[in-house]
């Protein structure tokens, strides 16, 4: 729709702005208007495309054609002005055809370099391992969500996501493994994050953190105990966990309180967390 209104607005750019300069020219009686009429027809090449440079055109050469024409005698022309005609209507729609290449290429490199810079944008927020947002997404995505839950009146429910004895799974596998295991358990909560309408991020280290909108504390605690026991059901050996010998996940949450500030929203949730691993980890904990 946008896109159609920008057409038609140069089309008739085009010929207002074609038409006023033949008048201008037509009124002062310049000698030799052509040099002003085709950098018109270049401007309006350029920034419209083929379509304005042919409406363009077509009205220069019809004036030309009328310009040039012998007194009194229409589209009769002296020897010398036929000459110019012909250059003018040869070298017109050469001229529109070269600038619209170049338009059509301008064109191309610069959805290339949106494209590109989109791209890049978008590696900038991501986890190159987990290949989830990042923290700095996360902390984007976090203040937009906060003010539009106040706005809307509804509770935004926060979740931190611990691995259980991820130092020592390190220590004892070896860092590549870890971050098998980061990518693994990364991917088993997106699956239920999407699932749940939530959004999840790499919180830093062996952490990450999950926010929902409009759920309530029951339906939070569900998902969060689904992921704990997803996490676990997965089958990532640990021997160097003491509570299982597979890895485990701790969850904290905390949900949206009446004019809280934002960020205890986070602070609840982290404090939730260490309950969840002071009680015995593998578990999910709600602050209250």
């Avoid at 920008?6 to 074609?18: A, D, E, G, P, Q």
């Avoid at 050469?94 to 600038?99: R, Y």
């Avoid at 939730?272 to 009680?279: F, G, N, P, T, W």
Wanted: include cysteine; hydrophobic fraction near 45%; glycine fraction near 4%.
């Amino acid at each position: 729709m946008i896109k159609t209104v920008v057409k038609r607005y140069h089309l008739i750019l085009s010929i207002v702005m074609t038409i006023a300069f033949v008048i201008i020219n037509y009124i002062i009686a310049i000698p030799n208007p052509n040099v002003i009429l085709i950098t018109v027809i270049v401007f309006l090449t350029f920034t419209g495309g083929f379509p304005s440079g042919i409406i363009s055109g077509c009205i220069v050469i019809f004036y030309s054609l009328l310009f040039f024409s012998d007194a009194g005698k229409l589209f009769h022309y002296a020897t010398i002005n036929l000459e110019k005609v012909i250059v003018i209507v040869t070298f017109i729609p050469i001229l529109i055809i070269l600038v619209g290449i170049l338009k059509l290429r301008v064109e191309t490199k610069t959805k290339e370099l949106e494209s590109a810079l989109k791209q890049l944008e978008w590696h900038s927020k991501m986890d190159y391992l987990t290949e989830v947002p990042n923290r700095r997404f996360f902390d984007e995505y976090f203040i937009d969500e906060y003010e539009n839950s106040v706005d809307l009146g509804v509770k935004m429910v926060c979740a931190i996501v611990d691995i259980d004895f991820f130092k020592q799974y390190n220590d004892s596998y070896g860092h590549i493994s870890g971050d098998r295991c980061l990518r693994t358990i990364a991917n088993t909560i997106q699956k239920i994050a999407q699932q749940t309408d939530g959004f999840l991020a790499r919180f830093g280290g062996e952490e990450f953190v999950l926010l929902w909108s409009q759920i309530d504390e029951n339906a939070a605690l569900k998902i969060c105990q689904d992921i704990v026991s997803a996490v676990e059901k997965s089958r990532i050996p640990h021997d160097r966990s003491s509570v299982s010998s597979y890895v485990t996940v701790s969850i904290g949450v905390s949900i949206e309180a009446k004019n809280q500030d934002k960020m205890k929203l986070l602070e609840y949730a982290d404090k939730a967390l260490y309950r969840a691993k002071s009680q015995g980890r593998n578990q999910v904990s709600l602050y209250k």
